[in-house]
């Protein structure tokens, strides 16, 4: 009576589902890090997936784990391929007991006692579904190596088929950092008042301005010293050069007769120089003015001991001028590879 049952399973055994995946209507498909530290979901053109990723090795454009192509399933992808699969296996069970069902009445027909068995109301045939996509992601970015299209959310920093990381963008991507940060700090501030308090509320949005002044100053460390490095042709400068203002300066002005100060001019150069300093004195002395940022800067609204305080408008005028001084270096490196 279980022959049919039996037969089925066996076939099961020497089946292997196969579960279409869908792609976005942009023809992007979803993957995901295997890494359980980042699991950063993202998207990659379909045609580029096939046709430039190698099996062999995937990166993830958040933190630059590898592993093979067949690891970059989302989850979502998962759970729904193992719905389609028990979908398999349950039609082929049910048509394995109606198989079972049909030969046990045909044994019992005709016999004193009349007895009939059914299977009734389960599929005994199941349609796989291809896994459908997740919406869209606005971002888009171009690897300009390999040519690579891809998309997340937020940022990103390497490219998933080539591991390239463009410093270029990630330049771009912090000054947006930076600028959506302040931007965010009114919502931010009353949200948290409401569910932490004022205090706690009041902490975190100075720590994001604080940070917001950090993140300009590593930025255009990276950003200068690579266009600086390209221009030049130097395999490398001391460490932290372009950390210092004037010693990055002095660099480009010897390369290519130009100066930071003739990029922005003298005022906002000075005060590009003093928010340098506030950045060293929050990262080193957890703010506390000293002798050194006294007689780096001038600055006389603080005495030694006291704590620099950083205002919004503080954050954009930095912003502004490392966004120019990089504007400016960029077109000077462009120039530069024309003539080349
Ligand atoms: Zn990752
Ligand atoms: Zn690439």
Same mark, same amino acid.
């Given at each position: 009576?279980?022959?049919?049952? #039996?037969?089925?399973? /066996?076939?099961?055994? !020497?089946?292997?589902? &196969?579960?279409?995946?869908?792609?976005?209507?942009?023809?992007?498909?979803?993957?995901?890090?295997?890494? /359980? !530290?980042?699991?950063?979901?993202?998207?990659? +053109?379909?045609?580029?997936? @096939?046709? #430039? =990723? /190698?099996? *062999?090795?995937?990166?993830?454009?958040? =933190?630059?784990?590898?592993?093979?192509?067949?690891?970059?399933?989302?989850?979502?992808?998962?759970?729904?391929?193992?719905?389609?699969?028990?979908?398999?296996? @349950?039609?082929?069970?049910?048509?394995?007991?109606?198989?079972?069902?049909?030969?046990?009445?045909? $044994?019992?027909?005709?016999?004193?006692?009349?007895?009939?068995m059914s299977v009734s109301g389960r599929p005994k045939?199941?349609?796989?579904?291809?896994? &459908?996509?997740?919406?869209?992601?606005?971002?888009?970015?171009?690897?300009?190596?390999?040519?690579?299209?891809?998309?997340?959310?937020?940022?990103?920093?390497?490219?998933?088929?080539?591991?390239?990381?463009?410093?270029?963008?990630?330049?771009?991507? &912090?000054? $947006?950092?930076?600028?959506?940060?302040?931007?965010?700090?009114?919502?931010?501030?009353?949200?948290?008042?409401?569910?932490?308090?004022?205090?706690?509320?009041?902490?975190?949005?100075?720590?994001?301005?604080?940070?917001?002044?950090?993140?300009?100053?590593?930025?255009?460390?990276?950003?200068?010293?690579?266009?600086?490095?390209?221009?030049?042709?130097?395999?490398?400068?001391?460490?932290?050069?372009?950390?210092?203002?004037?010693?990055? &300066?002095?660099?480009?002005?010897?390369? =290519?007769? *130009?100066?930071? *100060?003739?990029? %922005?001019?003298?005022?906002?150069? $000075?005060?590009?120089?003093?928010?340098?300093?506030?950045? +060293? #004195?929050?990262? +080193?002395?957890?703010?506390?003015?000293?002798?050194?940022?006294?007689?780096?800067?001038?600055?006389?609204?603080?005495?030694?001991?006291?704590?620099?305080? #950083?205002?919004?408008?503080?954050?954009?005028?930095?912003?502004? =001028?490392?966004?120019? %001084?990089?504007?400016?270096?960029? $077109?000077?490196?462009?120039?530069?590879?024309?003539?080349?």
């Amino acid at each position: 009576m279980f022959e049919g049952l #039996i037969k089925q399973m /066996k076939k099961l055994q !020497e089946t292997s589902v &196969s579960v279409p995946v869908n792609t976005d209507e942009e023809g992007y498909l979803d993957r995901e890090c295997p890494s /359980k !530290e980042c699991l950063f979901q993202f998207k990659i +053109h379909e045609d580029d997936w @096939k046709n #430039i =990723c /190698k099996d *062999e090795a995937i990166y993830c454009p958040l =933190c630059g784990h590898s592993a093979p192509s067949t690891s970059w399933w989302t989850k979502e992808q998962l759970e729904a391929a193992k719905e389609q699969a028990l979908g398999v296996v @349950k039609a082929a069970i049910n048509q394995g007991l109606a198989d079972g069902a049909r030969s046990f009445n045909r $044994k019992m027909n005709g016999g004193f006692i009349k007895m009939t068995m059914s299977v009734s109301g389960r599929p005994k045939y199941y349609n796989i579904i291809p896994v &459908s996509a997740q919406e869209a992601m606005k971002l888009k970015i171009q690897c300009g190596e390999c040519f690579t299209r891809f998309a997340v959310v937020g940022s990103a920093f390497f490219c998933p088929a080539c591991m390239h990381n463009s410093i270029d963008r990630t330049f771009d991507d &912090s000054m $947006k950092k930076v600028a959506t940060k302040i931007d965010n700090i009114p919502a931010v501030m009353k949200a948290l008042e409401q569910v932490s308090g004022r205090d706690e509320a009041t902490l975190t949005c100075r720590s994001l301005l604080e940070t917001g002044i950090s993140d300009c100053v590593v930025a255009f460390q990276k950003m200068m010293e690579s266009l600086y490095l390209k221009k030049s042709g130097k395999a490398k400068v001391q460490a932290n050069t372009f950390q210092r203002i004037d010693d990055g &300066s002095k660099l480009w002005q010897e390369l =290519c007769g *130009e100066s930071y *100060e003739s990029w %922005i001019g003298a005022d906002r150069l $000075k005060t590009m120089i003093l928010l340098f300093q506030k950045r +060293h #004195i929050l990262a +080193h002395g957890e703010g506390f003015v000293d002798d050194k940022y006294v007689q780096k800067t001038g600055d006389d609204r603080y005495k030694v001991g006291q704590r620099v305080v #950083i205002r919004d408008s503080d954050v954009l005028e930095l912003l502004d =001028c490392v966004k120019t %001084i990089v504007a400016h270096a960029r $077109k000077v490196q462009a120039r530069n590879e024309e003539v080349l």
